[in-house]
């Protein structure tokens, strides 16, 4: 069972709050699941990108509580499921702490390992690329999470 889901990017302002919400969202019936995000070079206590929180409402979910946290190895070790945009967000992570190997994945674990680009600084384009992923890849998650 994965009853404490952990999202991952860099800046934590971006796709892993996207990809938290959207999980948080879709798996809101999972009343005892935690869905939560951090990055490895986080913006600490930033709020959401501006862009991200809009697509995000737009779709019916509110972020503008976010505030982007650091990962550490607390939380690593707490999480059951640890989803990283891209590869070289895994490898960070298998550094600081060897024993998330067989707990942490791509987002796009299903979509045959496809990362999700960083729309940081980008037009709206890159953003709406970068939801639309998150979601297919959400989607491809929910066999495995919705049980």
Same mark, same amino acid.
């Given at each position: ?6 999202? *991952?990017? *860099?800046?934590?302002?971006? &796709?892993?709050? $996207?990809?938290? =919400?959207?999980?948080?969202? @879709? ?7 935690? #869905?939560?995000?951090?990055?490895? +070079?986080?913006? *600490?206590? @930033? ?12 779709? +019916? $979910? ?6 982007? &946290? ?11 499921? #640890? ?10 992570? =298998?550094? $600081?702490? %060897?024993?998330?190997? /067989?707990?942490?994945?791509? $987002? /796009? @674990? ?9 729309? =940081?600084?980008?037009?709206? %384009?890159?953003?709406?690329?970068? =939801?639309?992923? #998150? ?13």
């Amino acid at each position: 069972m994965f009853n404490h889901i952990l999202v *991952v990017c *860099v800046g934590n302002i971006c &796709r892993s709050p $996207m990809a938290e =919400y959207l999980l948080r969202h @879709k798996l809101s019936h999972k009343t005892d699941m935690t #869905i939560e995000s951090a990055g490895i +070079g986080a913006l *600490v206590d @930033k709020p959401a990108d501006e862009t991200a929180k809009a697509i995000l409402l737009e779709n +019916g $979910m509110d972020a503008s509580n976010h505030k982007a &946290r650091q990962i550490t190895k607390d939380m690593l070790a707490k999480a059951d499921l #640890i989803l990283a945009m891209e590869e070289k967000h895994l490898k960070h992570l =298998y550094a $600081m702490a %060897p024993q998330v190997r /067989g707990k942490a994945f791509l $987002m /796009g @674990k299903w979509l045959n390992d496809q990362p999700v680009p960083d729309p =940081y600084r980008q037009q709206r %384009p890159a953003f709406e690329h970068a =939801y639309k992923l #998150i979601d297919q890849a959400t989607d491809a998650w929910l066999k495995f999470l919705d049980k």
